[in-house]
């Protein structure tokens, strides 16, 4: 197998060798190259001897001196080939559930390894064989965040569709024993693996500790766009309790052994329960922030002690009036950092708007699947101020467009005020109701 080289960056060790673009890059030190993993792990040593085949055919073997990560390779994807496709048909699955008419690439089911180590991605180990866990074994790429859902083999085949979906479970302590970091999540379906298979579960992935760091139990997301799929219901209040009462009864057990939480339930589930979220120590380091889990707390904290720093008798040296446009779930936060300021800052008045989304549904109250369209449609209704805030999270990794394809622009151009994406960190969130530029 071989990588293809798109281009090469000026006066780097490949440009000083006059490798060129439209060449392949087939090994280093004598190490097939199949895609990034093989590559960043052995391209971080001093001497590299790279054999290259160039456009008309033909090999030739270079050496680059002075590398340690840095050739100056450039190739036509991150993943230099394509990315890897979902395997598995899961009766949850929230693709299946989008609405038509969106961006191509909404729909594509992504299950690649690969992104589990570049981006934090959650994997199913379904696409992995014995071959695929010996790498990651060899090359020590740890942590490894995996979907697991269900520690039970036949309800994981149930749930995910795949004949695969059980016996991959054994990976998962292959992966233990070899000293891999595990993060695991648990997509929770009332009535298949919550209640006592929850439990389960927990137990089990409790066994492989210290490699399983943490495990995250998160509410199956149900938009209005299931027709002809699995019937499954929205967790209810009391369902909720369940979740949080289980896991808070199994860290209860595991504290005594090991004097820390591994389990966690997203703040979903707290807020449907109507109980106050745990504090920030709770959730020690935040494994499974990208998860919903602890998000609240911890913005809640970061912007409590942020408003500590201001001065007594804190005045804005001219008037200032901000919007700020927030899903249903973080709306009551949302009120609390409003009301607090404006009892603090002198000079500012705040309106905070809860965006309802209908795009998919009002089951789907998080803020990073709010669209543009809906906090137009929202906006339009009110007074705007001088500055509209909203989550940067509602935007793709670029940061330019909502999930409905309008851009920050443009919707800057429909209400005629300034819009500006903040970060889920409460010290930019104050600086930015304040106007103040982040330092």
């Given at each position: 197998m071989s990588v293809k080289?798109?281009?090469?960056?000026?006066?780097?060790?490949?440009?000083?060798?006059?490798?060129?673009?439209?060449?392949?890059?087939?090994?280093?030190?004598?190490?097939?190259?199949?895609?990034?993993?093989?590559?960043?792990?052995?391209?971080?040593?001093?001497?590299?001897?790279?054999?290259i085949k160039k456009p008309n055919g033909k090999k030739r073997n270079v050496r680059l001196k002075h590398c340690y990560g840095e050739t100056g390779l450039e190739f036509e994807t991150y993943l230099m080939d394509k990315q890897r496709p979902c395997a598995n048909n899961c009766?949850?699955?929230?693709?299946?559930?989008?609405?038509?008419?969106?961006?191509?690439?909404?729909?594509?089911?992504?299950?690649?390894?690969?992104?589990?180590?570049?981006?934090?991605?959650?994997?199913?180990?379904?696409?992995?064989?014995?071959?695929?866990?010996?790498?990651?074994?060899?090359?020590?790429?740890?942590?490894?965040?995996?979907?697991?859902?269900?520690?039970?083999?036949?309800?994981?085949?149930?749930m995910?569709?795949?004949?695969?979906?059980?016996?991959?479970?054994?990976?998962?302590?292959?992966?233990?024993?070899?000293?891999?970091?595990?993060?695991?999540?648990?997509?929770?379906?009332?009535?298949?693996?919550?209640?006592?298979?929850?439990?389960?579960?927990?137990?089990?992935?409790?066994?492989?500790?210290?490699?399983?760091?943490?495990?995250?139990?998160?509410?199956?997301?149900?938009?209005?766009?299931?027709?002809?799929?699995?019937?499954?219901?929205?967790?209810?209040?009391?369902?909720?309790?369940?979740?949080?009462?289980?896991?808070?009864?199994?860290?209860?057990?595991?504290?005594?052994?090991?004097?820390?939480?591994?389990?966690?339930?997203?703040?979903?589930?707290?807020l449907n329960a109507g109980l106050p979220l745990p504090d920030v120590e709770r959730y020690g380091e935040f494994p499974q922030l990208e998860n919903g889990v602890g998000m609240w707390s911890l913005l809640k904290k970061e912007f409590d002690d942020a408003v500590k720093e201001l001065p007594e008798s804190y005045s804005l040296a001219s008037e200032r009036k901000v919007t700020i446009a927030t899903g249903v779930a973080a709306y009551e936060l949302m009120k609390y950092i409003a009301d607090t300021v404006q009892s603090k800052v002198k000079n500012i008045r705040i309106n905070v708007v809860k965006i309802e989304n209908k795009l998919f549904g009002d089951t789907i109250t998080v803020a990073g699947l709010l669209c543009g369209n809906d906090i137009l449609g929202a906006l339009q209704k009110e007074e705007l101020f001088d500055e509209v805030l909203i989550p940067a999270v509602s935007l793709r990794r670029e940061g330019d467009l909502f999930l409905d394809d309008m851009s920050i622009e443009e919707l800057n151009e429909k209400l005629k005020v300034k819009v500006t994406p903040v970060e889920s960190d409460g010290y930019i969130l104050l600086q930015r109701i304040l106007g103040e530029e982040e330092e």
């Open positions: 080289i798109s281009s090469v960056k000026p006066h780097s060790p490949a440009s000083r060798h006059f490798i060129k673009a439209g060449s392949k890059l087939i090994s280093v030190n004598g190490h097939e190259i199949r895609d990034v993993l093989d590559y960043q792990f052995y391209i971080d040593e001093d001497v590299l001897d790279l054999v009766i949850f699955c929230f693709i299946d559930q989008m609405p038509k008419g969106m961006r191509e690439s909404l729909y594509f089911k992504d299950d690649d390894a690969r992104l589990s180590f570049l981006f934090g991605n959650y994997i199913t180990l379904t696409n992995l064989g014995d071959k695929d866990i010996d790498r990651i074994i060899e090359m020590h790429i740890s942590p490894v965040n995996i979907s697991v859902h269900t520690m039970n083999p036949d309800l994981r085949v149930k995910m569709g795949n004949n695969r979906a059980g016996k991959v479970l054994g990976y998962l302590k292959r992966l233990a024993d070899a000293g891999i970091k595990l993060n695991t999540q648990l997509v929770l379906c009332p009535g298949y693996n919550d209640g006592d298979e929850l439990t389960y579960s927990l137990e089990e992935l409790g066994k492989l500790y210290p490699a399983v760091q943490s495990i995250a139990a998160v509410p199956v997301g149900l938009t209005c766009h299931r027709d002809g799929l699995t019937n499954l219901n929205p967790f209810t209040k009391e369902q909720s309790l369940d979740v949080i009462f289980r896991i808070d009864s199994y860290n209860s057990s595991f504290l005594c052994y090991n004097n820390m939480n591994i389990a966690f339930a997203a703040d979903e589930f707290y």
